[in-house]
């Protein structure tokens, strides 16, 4: 570790914020107490909640010693423009401005890959965990498309929406950084806040197709 | 709806997606102390208004979160080009 590292983590307070093992704090996603109402058989649609994930928001500005941190702790280089990077493991790095990225990891790694990133990196940067502000869910089926162009302007064809691209904008009044995962596979980001707002508004626009959710 | 050019994110986007925050190229005085109240009151408070091409700062609020700057005809709405911050326009009005 070198000395700038060691003053940074002696700086910023930095918390685990999975409860420990045998402690009595339940941890429930935003969405765990969400009853949706599914319909028919024949299912267009279908959505899951990725709940309690780890989301670490990494900001640098051209700084080459967190780069090159963030391909030693994770084997990934920060993407470009409206790109994102992923790995075998599940772990995706999506980027959201000039000098911001979205890493998710599995709740329980998002503390010690905080701490790893922050071990080798130097200089000015930011990592903040953001795990319980957002949750993720995944949008899949033949008319998952078909409920997304009901509320988003941004053209979701795959010449302007290719597989791996990732977009922030506006999403049925409130925000949503969506990504395509594969053809007819769709991840959004959304607030803890909004996200009964959103599931309603998910569940409405996705009834016509038949909704499942798993 | 107007489709604007974000300069960071390097495509066109729904102008759902950002806010204008008024004129561009306002400069802080340098010695805030040493000018005159005509001086810091034109700088705090006055704002040009012009028919035809204007300077403004834009954010892509719902985006990038980034300002950008943004050369626009007031009379026909059109956008003449968009451009980083510390940048100089290219479009520019001609001298009166």
Redesign the interface.
């Known amino acids: 570790m070198s000395e700038a590292a060691e003053t940074q983590s002696e700086i910023f307070a930095q918390m685990d914020q999975v409860p420990a093992a045998g402690s009595d704090v339940i941890a429930e996603s935003p969405l765990s107490n969400f009853h949706w109402k599914t319909t028919g058989a024949e299912a267009g649609v279908t959505l899951s909640e990725q709940g309690l994930a780890g989301h670490l928001v990494l900001r640098s500005a051209g700084n080459s010693s967190f780069e090159a941190a963030v391909e030693k702790v994770l084997g990934m280089s920060l993407p470009g423009p409206l790109q994102s990077v992923s790995d075998d493991s599940g772990r995706v790095i999506r980027w959201t401005s000039p000098d911001e990225w979205l890493l998710t990891v599995s709740n329980s790694d998002a503390f010690s890959v905080e701490q790893q990133l922050r071990a080798e990196a130097s200089g000015h940067y930011s990592i903040v965990n953001v795990s319980g502000g957002q949750t993720i869910l995944m949008l899949s089926g033949d008319s998952a498309e078909m409920v997304l162009m009901k509320t988003c302007h941004y053209d979701t064809h795959e010449s302007s929406f290719p597989v791996g691209k990732v977009v922030r904008t506006t999403f049925a009044k409130s925000g949503a950084l969506i990504r395509r995962v594969g053809e007819s596979e769709w991840e959004l980001i959304i607030r803890r806040s909004f996200s009964d707002y959103l599931a309603l508004w998910l569940q409405d626009a996705a009834g016509e197709y038949g909704l499942q959710i798993i | 709806m107007l489709c604007i050019f974000c300069p960071?994110?390097?495509?066109y986007?729904?102008e759902?997606?950002f806010s204008a925050r008024g004129q561009a190229h306002i400069k802080r005085p340098e010695d805030p102390e040493a000018c005159s109240d005509e001086e810091w009151g034109n700088y705090m408070f006055f704002r040009k208004n012009p028919k035809g091409l204007h300077h403004e700062l834009w954010v892509h609020s719902?985006?990038?979160?980034?300002f950008f700057n943004m050369t626009r005809d007031t009379v026909s709405y059109e956008i003449k080009e968009t451009y980083k911050i510390g940048e100089q326009p290219s479009v520019v009005a001609a001298e009166k």
């Open positions: 960071h994110c390097g495509e986007r729904e759902e997606e719902a985006g990038c979160g980034k």
